[in-house]
């Protein structure tokens, strides 16, 4: 294959093959990867701004029947350590997200086998009645195949009762890699992959605001990377004319401090800021028809973040003001909102602060 006949067909936005994507991948050097990154970022999101915005994370509950060999951050029913949010404690957290400039929580956690959709649609209509202008940014697939089987319902009645109660938008957590054979290793009790991808289809079909992500670094391959990207690219395609579908893309590194597949299996994250770059660039090489590529400040910290905001990234992501799952496996890095529109400028951008869907806020 030919690196130069590949650039001029990634620069004309034609989708690449999975072949072609892995010979890029493997043989592309990073500088070059990082160009056609970036050129085609100013084809997606032209101009000089890089978003970044506020949110708070809150977890609605650490007990998960699912028992992730990479995370760090469930307990079981018994444990001391295990809890499910008050109502008193989202006010508390909300308040503060109120006072930072903040309108949008994350909600997430785990698969709690005594919560049904009554406490989710409960929950969301509490918070909405409280706060009519907040957004909620929650759930995931996982949850959703969760719920469909507790209930006995399919994703979209399970879907359209979360929207009616509130949900604004679905974040694409739980897809760390879309293989059975990856998630047999790292979840075997969570979503698989057909079930990932068809919660997000109807998510789509109802015009659902949607995020896609990717947790990388562990058991897969690079060709299951790619082939991660295309399953996401082949998704979007099939989205209605005018329909959100995924609005943007976030790869992290997996975090290992602490965790079963670590310590039990002996796999240590692969994660370096090359490599980490290379996927922010080939992200965007792939992803042809998603417009946002989401650079995970949180989890690659400061210098590889400015290097990916030049390689094909648009974005930082958000000042989390809390979060408990990846900074349970070992993330370290906290930034506050000024350091955060320091970062983008460091890179050469101008910060834009936007909202949930990348509307400037
Ligand atoms: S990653 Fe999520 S689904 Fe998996 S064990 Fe942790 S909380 Fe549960």
């Given at each position: 294959m030919?690196l130069?006949k590949?650039?001029r067909?990634?620069?004309?936005?034609?989708?690449?093959?999975?072949g072609?994507?892995?010979?890029?991948?493997?043989n592309?050097?990073?500088?070059?990867l990082m160009?056609?990154?970036?050129?085609?970022?100013?084809?997606?999101?032209?101009g000089?701004?890089a978003g970044w915005?506020?949110?708070?994370?809150?977890?609605?509950?650490?007990i998960?029947?699912?028992?992730c060999?990479?995370?760090?951050?469930c307990?079981r029913?018994?444990?001391?350590?295990?809890?499910?949010?008050?109502l008193?404690?989202?006010?508390?957290?909300?308040?503060?997200?109120?006072?930072?400039?903040?309108?949008?929580v994350?909600?997430?956690?785990?698969?709690?086998?005594?919560?049904?959709?009554?406490?989710?649609?409960?929950?969301?209509?509490?918070?909405?009645?409280?706060?009519?202008?907040?957004?909620?940014?929650?759930?995931?697939?996982p949850?959703i195949?969760?719920?469909?089987?507790?209930?006995n319902?399919?994703?979209?009645?399970?879907?359209?009762?979360?929207?009616?109660?509130?949900?604004?938008s679905?974040?694409?957590?739980?897809?760390?890699?879309?293989?059975?054979?990856?998630?047999?290793?790292?979840s075997?009790a969570?979503?698989?992959?057909g079930?990932?991808?068809g919660?997000?289809?109807?998510?789509?079909?109802?015009?659902?605001?949607?995020?896609?992500?990717m947790?990388?670094?562990h058991?897969?391959?690079?060709a299951?990377?790619?082939?991660?990207?295309?399953?996401l690219?082949?998704?979007?395609?099939?989205?209605?004319?005018?329909?959100?579908?995924?609005?943007a893309?976030?790869?992290?590194?997996?975090?290992?401090?602490?965790?079963?597949?670590?310590?039990?299996?002996?796999?240590?994250?692969?994660?370096?800021?090359?490599?980490?770059?290379?996927?922010?660039?080939?992200?965007?090489?792939?992803?042809?028809?998603?417009?946002?590529?989401?650079?995970?400040?949180?989890?690659?910290?400061?210098?590889?973040?400015?290097l990916?905001?030049?390689?094909g990234?648009?974005?930082?992501?958000?000042?989390?003001?809390?979060?408990?799952?990846?900074?349970?496996?070992?993330?370290?890095?906290r930034?506050?909102?000024g350091?955060?529109?320091?970062?983008?400028?460091?890179?050469?951008?101008?910060?834009?602060?936007?909202?949930?869907?990348y509307?400037?806020?």
């Open positions: 030919d130069d590949l650039y067909k990634s620069l004309d936005l034609i989708p690449l093959t999975s072609e994507g892995v010979f890029l991948y493997e592309a050097p990073l500088e070059e160009l056609i990154g970036n050129r085609l970022r100013q084809v997606h999101v032209p000089s701004h915005m506020i949110d708070r994370n809150v977890n609605i509950t650490n998960c029947f699912s028992r060999s990479f995370c760090n951050f307990r029913k018994e444990s001391p350590e295990a809890y499910v949010t008050s008193d404690d989202y006010k508390r957290k909300i308040d503060e997200l109120y006072a930072l400039g903040g309108d949008q994350l909600l997430q956690g785990g698969m709690n086998p005594e919560l049904g959709l009554d406490f989710y649609t409960g929950l969301f209509r509490d918070l909405k009645k409280l706060y009519p202008d907040l957004k909620l940014h929650a759930l995931g697939p949850e195949v969760y719920l469909s089987r507790k209930e319902l399919s994703y979209r009645e399970i879907l359209k009762k979360l929207i009616e109660a509130g949900l604004d679905l974040p694409g957590a739980g897809a760390e890699i879309l293989s059975d054979r990856v998630r047999r290793r790292v075997p969570k979503a698989k992959t079930e990932w991808l919660v997000m289809r109807e998510a789509h079909r109802l015009n659902l605001p949607t995020s896609a992500t947790m990388y670094g058991v897969e391959t690079i299951e990377r790619i082939e991660h990207l295309i399953k690219r082949d998704l979007q395609h099939q989205r209605q004319k005018g329909h959100y579908g995924f609005i893309f976030i790869p992290w590194p997996f975090q290992d401090e602490g965790t079963l597949l670590s310590s039990v299996q002996g796999i240590k994250s692969s994660y370096n800021g090359p490599d980490y770059l290379r996927l922010i660039s080939l992200s965007r090489i792939l992803l042809n028809n998603i417009t946002n590529i989401q650079a995970s400040l949180l989890t690659v910290g400061r210098e590889v973040a400015i990916a905001l030049n390689a990234a648009n974005d930082l992501g958000s000042v989390m003001i809390e979060e408990n799952v990846v900074s349970a496996a070992g993330s370290k890095n930034f506050d909102a350091e955060i529109q320091a970062i983008i400028r460091e890179a050469g951008f101008e910060p834009g602060r936007r909202d949930q869907k509307l400037p806020a």
